[in-house]
């Protein structure tokens, strides 16, 4: 809720948490907790087999076969939440082929999220999904380079979600340039990162929040190391996407895994 989109992103990712709640930035002006890639093409069936779609409108990733890793702001407080659906297994969310969807049966949300940083949490599913899962940075050793971001969120700001997954890259930028664009000076450095292009024109949107950002490691796999969490508006020039740096949260997230 830090930019124009992060505010969007982020109350509608609240209100689907109302409900049982990306952007790859939330929906907002800034970025909040819905959010589509713009810029980017359409993932091929398979392509990225741990992304998940959850019915309040966000993203997120298996972390495990049985647990989401998303954004604190796209769900409600921790506890027991039957109110979420997880859609995985598809590109097309209209396809029933391979397509699986469970439900949720409790919601770990980060101890101490107050809106700033903290952008993460955690869903367990009523049944194991069999696909692959996103292994996450434990250091910081993959928070540069070019990364890739994927989900069902708006293709333009302020547009509709989308039915087939978008992907894209974008480049890190480092904290002292991000916090010097307008809009940015609240970017809490010691837990996020920022990635996009100055020019703009790729970028994560409204639907997109919680869904994960990645590369390839040492050993060509992929690894997880944001989570879409806030932005001013989407693909907008100098404004960039704010993403919760997974590698600060490993251990805290290793920990809520493994309460559920």
Same mark, same amino acid.
């Given at each position: 809720?830090? &930019?124009? =989109?992060?505010?969007? &992103?982020?109350? %509608? ?7 049982? +709640?990306?952007? =790859? #930035? ?5 970025? %909040? ?10 993932? @091929? ?33 921790? *506890?027991?939440?039957? *109110? +979420? ?32 940083? &903290? ?5 367990? =599913? ?7 899962? /996103? ?8 928070? @540069? ?12 700001? *302020? ?6 997954? /978008? ?5 890190? +930028?480092?904290?002292? #340039? ?42 060509? $796999?992929?690894? #997880?190391?944001? +989570?879409?969490?806030?932005? #001013? ?13 997974? @590698? ?5 997230? $290793? %920990?809520? %895994?493994?309460?559920?």
């Amino acid at each position: 809720m830090k &930019k124009l =989109l992060t505010a969007l &992103k982020r109350c %509608a990712a609240l209100g689907a948490a109302a409900l049982a +709640i990306v952007s =790859l #930035q939330p929906l907002s002006t800034a970025h %909040a907790a819905d959010g589509r890639v713009i810029g980017g093409s359409r993932a @091929s069936q398979g392509e990225f087999p741990f992304m998940v779609r959850l019915s309040m409108g966000c993203g997120g990733a298996l972390y495990t076969q049985q647990i989401v890793l998303t954004a604190a702001h796209c769900v409600g407080s921790t *506890g027991p939440n039957t *109110g +979420i659906t997880a859609t995985a297994g598809v590109v097309d969310l209209q396809s029933t082929s391979g397509r699986v969807q469970v439900r949720s049966t409790y919601v770990y949300r980060a101890p101490g999220y107050n809106g700033t940083g &903290k952008d993460w949490a955690l869903i367990k =599913l009523a049944a194991p999904v069999n696909l692959p899962t /996103l292994k996450i940075a434990t250091t910081t050793q993959y928070n @540069s380079g070019t990364f890739t971001v994927a989900g069902w969120g708006a293709a333009t700001e *302020g547009g509709p979600q989308q039915r087939y997954m /978008l992907k894209a890259n974008v480049p890190f +930028i480092s904290d002292a #340039q991000c916090r010097a664009y307008s809009g940015y000076s609240g970017l809490v450095a010691s837990d996020e990162m920022c990635a996009g292009l100055p020019s703009g024109g790729v970028d994560t949107c409204q639907g997109d929040s919680g869904g994960p950002m990645f590369r390839r490691d040492a050993n060509n $796999a992929w690894i #997880q190391v944001g +989570i879409v969490s806030w932005g #001013q508006g989407c693909a907008r020039p100098n404004a960039p996407g704010v993403y919760s740096e997974v @590698s600060t949260f490993a251990s805290a997230i $290793a %920990a809520g %895994a493994a309460t559920l």
